[in-house]
């Protein structure tokens, strides 16, 4: 017998359950990941606060809001009788946690909640597996994950996929663009040759132009030295005349 939503007769010898939607001030008693339980003064039972009902902002551990030993205000959202047990669903989002004052008076977020549970459905149990396929081996081509009456194999025949067209664009792309760079490169290569031998060539015509005038200031020199002993020789011929 469920309680969510909805009130129900009590059963007998659960002296003390608390009322749906009634707003008490409990204990802190055991901290979870997924939630803290929580224990009303004068019921023997603990009820739930799941992280989903700690904060209106996103809990991702218990422990965040709250410490075991801890006062805190909660609202009964839930009750869950079967026989002698009984599960209780508490609400602290719902409880304004200075004054205990009722955030949800007309209960419309804790009905919300509570439909949204029981729609809730576990697909978990219906796994497809595909082991018992993946693991056959096909008595026709010799290859695994398949069934024989699913081969396309056919004896003495090879097949090969053949790429899609949208493929092959890039690739002749990427091949046109790899032949672009290497004649670029071998540009590059021809142009820095033809420059390092104009620099030589340069080199060398400067260095002959300077041999050049070396070589014409040399015989210069030497005319001058040869036409200054000739003027000497005619002066000492002169002198040794008038003697």
């Known amino acids: 017998m469920s309680d969510r939503g909805g009130f129900s007769a009590e059963p007998s010898g659960l002296d003390g359950l608390p009322p749906l939607f009634s707003i008490f001030k409990g204990e802190v008693v ?6 803290a339980f929580v224990r009303l003064p004068g019921y023997k039972n603990q009820g739930l606060v799941h992280v989903s009902e700690m904060s209106a ?4 551990n218990a422990s965040e809001i709250v410490d075991i030993g801890e006062q805190v205000w909660i609202k009964v959202i839930g009750r869950e009788i079967q026989g002698e047990k009984v599960k209780l669903s508490f609400s602290m989002k719902a409880v ?3 004054t205990g004052r009722d955030l949800d008076p007309n209960n419309v977020n ?3 909640d509570a439909r949204r549970r029981r729609n809730f459905r576990d697909h978990t149990g219906n796994k497809i597996t595909l082991e018992a396929v993946l693991n056959t081996t096909c008595s026709k081509c010799g290859c695994k994950g398949h069934f024989t009456k699913d081969c396309f194999s056919a004896p003495g025949l090879q097949y090969a996929l053949l790429p899609e067209e949208e ?3 890039p690739l002749q792309q990427t091949s046109a663009s790899t032949t672009r760079e290497d004649s670029d490169k071998k540009k590059k290569k021809k ?14 015509s400067e260095s002959d132009s ?3 005038s070396s070589s014409e200031c040399k015989s210069k020199r030497q005319r001058h030295d040869r036409e200054d002993k ?4 005619h002066k000492k011929h002169k002198s040794h005349k008038h003697s």
């Open 30 to 35: 055991s901290v979870q990941t997924y939630g």
């Open 210 to 212: 300077r041999s050049d």
């Open 110 to 112: 804790a009905e919300q």
């Open 96 to 98: 304004n946690q200075g």
């Open 191 to 204: 142009e820095k040759k033809m420059k390092k031998k104009r620099k030589r060539e340069r080199k060398d």
């Open 167 to 169: 493929d092959v664009e």
């Open 57 to 60: 902002s996103r809990v991702e």
């Open 230 to 233: 000739k003027k000497k020789k």
